[in-house]
């Protein structure tokens, strides 16, 4: 379930308002839209503004007292579900239908290793692991460095391919490219999703040779 549909009824339909007003809505509005007092939607607009997904914005001259309006901030667009991964999958299956499964593969190791030297400065006094955790968290995997029998590791709970990967294996280079461009380090993928597995679980190895280093 999305972030979306946890949220209840009435917030949902404010941010659909919103949604299909860009330029913004006012209190009024909103209560004729969503049939509830004005205190009960600005109870909900300061939940909302204060999670970051609505915001204030310019305010609409009436004639009278300005009209405080609110619309959607970036990242409360970001809420409503993009069905990526059935585009991603399509866009794949026609690279490797065109070029072959070898040079998807070479693509993708590419991508991910460019898009992870982005992400390569670590912080002094950061150890790898906990370095690669938050550059995957960002990423929305929902990652956690941790020690296991004497070694370091990353554990990813959510699988930001999951659908993708199931049809596509070899989505997970990407993921292997991208973390040893950031780490510098060697990734060893000891535990899968897709292949079973309760986390995707990657092993800290030994450092690589520049320019990865």
Same mark, same amino acid.
């Given at each position: 379930?999305?972030?979306?549909?946890?949220l209840?009824g009435t917030q949902?339909?404010?941010?659909?308002h919103l949604?299909q007003?860009?330029?913004?809505?006012?209190?009024e509005?909103l209560?004729?839209?969503?049939?509830?007092?004005?205190?009960?939607?600005?109870?909900?607009?300061?939940?909302?503004?204060g999670?970051?997904w609505?915001?204030?914005c310019?305010?609409?001259?009436?004639?009278? =007292?300005?009209?405080?309006r609110?619309?959607?901030?970036?990242?409360?667009r970001?809420?409503f579900?993009?069905n990526?991964?059935?585009?991603s999958?399509a866009?794949l299956e026609?690279?490797?239908r065109r070029?072959?499964p070898t040079?998807v593969s070479?693509?993708?190791?590419?991508l991910?290793?460019?898009?992870?030297?982005?992400?390569?400065?670590r912080?002094?006094g950061?150890?790898?692991?906990?370095?690669l955790?938050?550059?995957l968290d960002q990423?929305?995997y929902e990652?956690?460095?941790?020690?296991?029998?004497?070694?370091?590791?990353i554990?990813?709970f959510n699988?930001?391919?999951?659908?993708?990967?199931?049809?596509q294996?070899?989505?997970?280079?990407?993921d292997?490219?991208?973390?040893?461009?950031a780490?510098?380090?060697?990734?060893?993928?000891?535990?899968?999703?897709?292949?079973?597995?309760g986390?995707?679980?990657? =092993?800290i190895g030994?450092?690589?040779?520049p320019?990865?280093?």
């Amino acid at each position: 379930m999305g972030r979306l549909q946890r949220l209840g009824g009435t917030q949902q339909r404010l941010l659909r308002h919103l949604l299909q007003h860009p330029s913004g809505a006012g209190v009024e509005a909103l209560c004729e839209r969503l049939r509830i007092s004005h205190n009960a939607v600005r109870q909900h607009l300061a939940a909302l503004i204060g999670h970051g997904w609505v915001q204030r914005c310019a305010s609409q001259p009436s004639g009278g =007292r300005p009209q405080a309006r609110f619309q959607l901030t970036p990242q409360g667009r970001e809420l409503f579900p993009r069905n990526y991964a059935q585009i991603s999958s399509a866009l794949l299956e026609e690279m490797a239908r065109r070029l072959g499964p070898t040079e998807v593969s070479a693509l993708l190791v590419s991508l991910g290793s460019r898009l992870g030297a982005g992400h390569a400065d670590r912080p002094d006094g950061t150890d790898v692991a906990t370095h690669l955790a938050a550059q995957l968290d960002q990423l929305g995997y929902e990652a956690l460095a941790v020690d296991r029998n004497g070694e370091r590791e990353i554990e990813a709970f959510n699988c930001v391919f999951h659908a993708l990967a199931a049809q596509q294996p070899q989505v997970c280079q990407f993921d292997l490219a991208f973390m040893e461009a950031a780490s510098g380090h060697r990734i060893r993928h000891m535990e899968c999703i897709i292949r079973g597995g309760g986390v995707c679980r990657f =092993r800290i190895g030994e450092k690589l040779p520049p320019p990865f280093a």
